[in-house]
């Protein structure tokens, strides 16, 4: 359509529309939507106006992103502005990152001219009132009605969509997370330390499903499956689950993850549940996360949750997975019912040679410090002082040992040496349990500074997941 078309009007259309917004919006009001379209369908008679929510299709977003023009108009003398907007001051993400944060607007009506392809359309925005509880933003777009729905639809699906992201739920509602996709990214299998034959089921199964469509349906049985992650904290739920992540956005096309953080909403955590529900069966066939799974499905929630799961509504495409460091504390409907969660995978403490694996994932990691000297014999050295040890564990041990041997480099406290400190600290740690022995260990070892340090860290640690084990 002829933009001169849209502004067409016997006075000056935006005045009116101004003022209807304004005087709606600083009076007692029922529904603003209701009060502005009306007011834009008389100041421009004949012209078609289409309301859409800048929820389901965000015309400025989809700009902003290089697919359409958004023109600012001429600003002209009227009695009401043309714009009602708030400037924001929005600190850096990460304070570390440095930045001195930037500025943003909040915009609760304007009009501009919107270019998309060969078309122009006129487009008022309000930001408006219904009722206590809703606040609708949304976007009259005035032109010819064929272009205009063409429009709303590529939006609608450009804005379903992940652009290197990942849906999260939380708080009541579906989001995407970039940060996460890129934290993702960054995972692999080759990440993950676990019994070779265990890697090998798990990786293989989850492959097999999106493999499988055909089979089930010649097998007539549903295409969902369920798996469990458990075992105790720290030895690579969280990992394995952002690894098949990655694999699965590697495929093609790409599977999507719906990962839920918690059920927790102003209407309440059934309602979450069917939000969740309803977003993975249209995004199927996709991979959905619950992480905590026995902090996530409560008894207030549990015959809801199971519903969903069983009930009338096809879960087809849908691979589950829930981690959970109480498997006990989990319904037995939930853990103990295949067609529900299928499979149950243990992520126990790593063995031996699990965690001599670990300390070379470690001495990878450090091969660059030339402060640190870390030959391969400290690996099956550490591995053996750390039975029952956690891979989070191990980890905590060669954290705190790095950070000592930072602290202590060059330096003295008290008139003692690196030496004078770790053996204060061992007669402190032997009169904590008198029961206690030292360990048994190769004297050569002594000259690695790393190897003097993490013995120490390591006899702290077992001291706190021994009052761990008793606290439980």
């Not at 023109?71 to 009227?78: C, G, I, N, V």
């Not at 009605?145 to 509602?173: C, R």
């Not at 039975?387 to 705190?400: G, T």
Request: glycine letters at 6%.
């Amino acid at each position: 359509m002829d933009s001169a078309a849209l502004f067409h009007a016997g006075t000056d259309p935006a005045d009116a529309i101004a003022g209807s917004y304004f005087k709606q919006a600083t009076a007692p009001r029922i529904d603003t939507d209701a009060t502005v379209y009306h007011t834009i369908r008389s100041q421009h008679p004949g012209i078609n106006v289409t309301t859409v929510s800048q929820y389901n299709a965000n015309l400025r977003a989809y700009a902003a992103a290089g697919h359409a023009e958004v023109l600012t108009l001429e600003q002209k003398e009227r009695s009401w502005p043309s714009t009602h907007k708030w400037t924001k001051y929005v600190p850096p993400t990460k304070r570390l990152d440095g930045g001195s944060g930037h500025l943003v607007e909040q915009i609760f009506f304007e009009k501009y001219l919107y270019r998309w392809k060969d078309f122009e359309f006129l487009v008022y925005f309000v930001k408006g009132y219904k009722n206590t509880y809703e606040e609708p933003s949304n976007q009259y777009i005035l032109g010819e009605e064929g272009p205009i729905n063409s429009l709303i639809s590529t939006i609608g699906i450009f804005t379903s969509l992940i652009h290197k992201e990942i849906w999260v739920f939380d708080n009541g509602w579906w989001a995407k997370d970039a940060s996460l996709y890129e934290s993702v990214m960054k995972s692999s299998w080759d990440d993950v330390i676990l019994d070779r034959s265990l890697k090998e089921d798990l990786s293989g199964t989850i492959a097999r499903f999106y493999n499988s469509r055909e089979q089930y349906n010649k097998l007539r049985v549903p295409w969902k499956r369920g798996i469990i992650f458990y075992g105790p904290p720290g030895n690579g739920k969280t990992i394995s689950i952002k690894a098949t992540m990655h694999s699965l956005y590697e495929r093609s096309p790409p599977v999507p993850t719906l990962y839920v953080k918690t059920l927790n909403s102003s209407a309440g955590p059934e309602y979450s549940i069917s939000l969740i529900f309803e977003k993975a069966r249209r995004e199927a066939p996709c991979f959905l996360v619950f992480e905590d799974l026995d902090s996530i499905v409560t008894d207030q929630v549990r015959s809801f949750f199971l519903n969903a799961i069983d009930g009338l509504a096809e879960n087809e495409g849908i691979l589950m997975v829930g981690s959970t460091n109480h498997l006990d504390r989990l319904d037995p409907g939930i853990s103990k019912r295949p067609s529900r969660f299928d499979r149950k995978y243990l992520f126990p403490n790593p063995n031996f040679d699990q965690r001599a694996k670990y300390c070379h994932y470690w001495q990878k990691k450090l091969k660059d410090n030339d402060d640190i000297d870390f030959p391969d014999k400290l690996c099956p050295a550490i591995a053996k002082i750390t039975e029952n040890f956690s891979f989070a564990y191990i980890q905590e041990a060669f954290v705190s040992a790095l950070l000592a041997i930072a602290n202590a480099r060059d330096t003295l406290v008290d008139g003692k040496d690196d030496m004078g400190r770790l053996q204060d600290k061992w007669e402190m740690l032997e009169m904590d349990d008198p029961e206690d022995t030292p360990i048994d260990e190769d004297k050569d070892l002594e000259k690695y500074v790393l190897w003097r340090h993490i013995k120490v860290e390591i006899e702290t640690l077992k001291k706190e997941i021994s009052v761990g084990s008793e606290a439980v």
